[in-house]
């Protein structure tokens, strides 16, 4: 008889101990819920300027509340609502200010472009490191003509092999509505220039050096192909046909082994910080220059796609090619000065 006396009292002094610390906080819980309900509908005009300074002090004390609440065992209804306030709360508090839309509309509108502009001592580095690469391919296929066979993988070879003739070159790059071939050429180099490009980020975390080494090696394989074209007195028509695609693809590798190669130069030498965090911030930025990489990339394979097929003249091409080249030079290094800063950081 005694247990089961102390069993409905227990559960009573549980209810009413519930009952008090409800009644002695409800007041703030209810304050921060109207707030969210608010912000949550987007009527934040309705939320007053005292509500607003109140929202990180009412936060973190409906989180303590949620704290004692587990600790104490309180009635599951109470932890259950306690929870989900807290929850709304942080996304209200912590949680990202902008819509996807207004995001893209910053990131797109400076926030990238500030981000690219953040690592031009990299950028720079991955020009001269790409630059050189070409030039290697080129000199190692005239000093030794099995080089080329090295450098260009046998899918690509194809006609397209030293002791063509200049007649049978020229065919495969021009008239491209007839030649499936240089399609499927044309998808290889982006298939190729897209994986290069993430391995080039990828690989910035071992200080760089691998990224570097990357480029190198992808560029060698253009030298090679310009040695080739060049042998044929092809250099400009090959220019051309590259250019449509290419100046895009390339700024997106020479961004991509900029934005690797600015995490390794952070890790290596962090300064007065430590090097996780100088990893993290570096991390930050060269993840926004990435993100224009795929779109450069995707942009890339839409002018694959339809601008080299219906355009099969030197002119033309290099008139688009030159077009992108100046367009992507403008974005990164004119547009957007004074603003996406604060995406950028």
Same mark, same amino acid.
């Given at each position: 008889?005694?247990?089961?006396?102390?069993?409905?009292?227990?559960?009573? +002094?549980?209810? /009413?101990?519930?009952? @008090?610390?409800?009644?002695?906080?409800? =007041?703030?819980?209810?304050? !921060? &819920?109207?707030? *969210?309900?608010?912000?949550?509908?987007?009527?934040?005009?309705?939320?007053?300027?005292?509500?607003?300074?109140?929202?990180?002090?009412?936060?973190?004390?409906? +989180?303590?509340? /949620?704290?004692?609440? @587990?600790?104490?065992?309180?009635?599951? =209804?109470?932890?259950?609502? !306690? &929870?989900?306030? *807290?929850?709304?709360?942080?996304?209200?508090?912590?949680?990202?200010?902008?819509?996807?839309?207004?995001?893209?509309?910053?990131?797109?509108?400076?926030?990238?472009?500030?981000?690219?502009?953040?690592?031009?001592?990299?950028?720079?580095?991955?020009?001269?490191?790409?630059?050189?690469?070409?030039? *290697?391919?080129?000199?190692?296929?005239?000093?030794?003509?099995?080089?080329?066979?090295?450098?260009?993988?046998?899918?690509?070879?194809?006609?397209?092999?030293?002791?063509?003739?200049?007649?049978?070159?020229?065919?495969?790059?021009?008239?491209?509505?007839?030649?499936?071939?240089?399609?499927?050429?044309?998808?290889?180099?982006?298939?190729?220039?897209?994986?290069?490009?993430?391995?080039?980020?990828?690989?910035?975390?071992?200080?760089?050096?691998?990224?570097?080494?990357?480029?190198?090696?992808?560029?060698?394989?253009?030298?090679?192909?310009?040695?080739?074209?060049?042998?044929?007195?092809?250099?400009?028509?090959?220019?051309?046909?590259?250019?449509?695609?290419?100046?895009?693809?390339?700024?997106?590798?020479?961004?991509?082994?900029?934005?690797?190669?600015?995490?390794?130069?952070?890790?290596?030498?962090?300064?007065?910080?430590?090097?996780?965090?100088?990893?993290?911030?570096?991390?930050?930025?060269?993840?926004?220059?990435?993100?224009?990489?795929?779109?450069?990339?995707?942009?890339?394979?839409?002018?694959?796609?339809?601008?080299?097929?219906?355009?099969?003249?030197?002119?033309?091409?290099?008139?688009?090619?030159?077009?992108?080249?100046?367009?992507?030079?403008?974005?990164?290094?004119?547009?957007?000065?004074?603003?996406?800063?604060?995406?950028?950081?």
């Amino acid at each position: 008889m005694a247990t089961a006396t102390r069993a409905p009292d227990a559960i009573e +002094a549980a209810a /009413l101990r519930s009952d @008090r610390f409800r009644l002695e906080r409800e =007041a703030d819980w209810k304050r !921060l &819920e109207s707030i *969210v309900q608010k912000m949550e509908k987007g009527r934040l005009r309705k939320v007053s300027d005292e509500d607003l300074l109140a929202l990180p002090v009412l936060y973190r004390t409906v +989180a303590s509340s /949620l704290s004692i609440a @587990r600790e104490t065992s309180l009635d599951a =209804a109470t932890l259950a609502y !306690l &929870e989900g306030l *807290v929850q709304r709360a942080w996304f209200v508090v912590y949680g990202p200010r902008a819509s996807l839309g207004s995001w893209l509309r910053k990131f797109l509108g400076g926030g990238l472009s500030a981000s690219v502009r953040g690592i031009w001592p990299d950028l720079l580095v991955a020009f001269a490191v790409m630059v050189a690469g070409t030039v *290697v391919g080129w000199l190692l296929v005239e000093s030794d003509v099995e080089w080329y066979y090295a450098l260009v993988p046998g899918g690509l070879a194809d006609a397209r092999v030293p002791g063509a003739s200049a007649d049978t070159l020229r065919e495969t790059i021009f008239g491209n509505q007839e030649q499936a071939g240089m399609g499927a050429f044309a998808a290889y180099l982006f298939s190729n220039n897209a994986q290069v490009s993430i391995l080039a980020f990828a690989l910035g975390f071992a200080f760089g050096v691998p990224s570097l080494l990357l480029l190198v090696q992808n560029l060698a394989l253009l030298g090679a192909m310009l040695w080739l074209y060049s042998g044929a007195g092809l250099t400009l028509e090959f220019v051309g046909w590259l250019s449509v695609h290419g100046t895009t693809e390339l700024f997106a590798i020479l961004l991509a082994g900029g934005a690797g190669l600015h995490i390794g130069r952070s890790m290596a030498f962090p300064g007065e910080r430590s090097i996780l965090q100088a990893a993290a911030e570096a991390g930050r930025r060269s993840a926004q220059v990435m993100a224009g990489v795929i779109l450069m990339l995707v942009i890339a394979a839409m002018l694959e796609g339809f601008a080299r097929q219906l355009v099969d003249d030197t002119g033309g091409r290099l008139a688009i090619g030159g077009f992108m080249l100046l367009f992507w030079c403008a974005y990164f290094f004119a547009f957007g000065r004074g603003r996406g800063s604060e995406v950028a950081a």
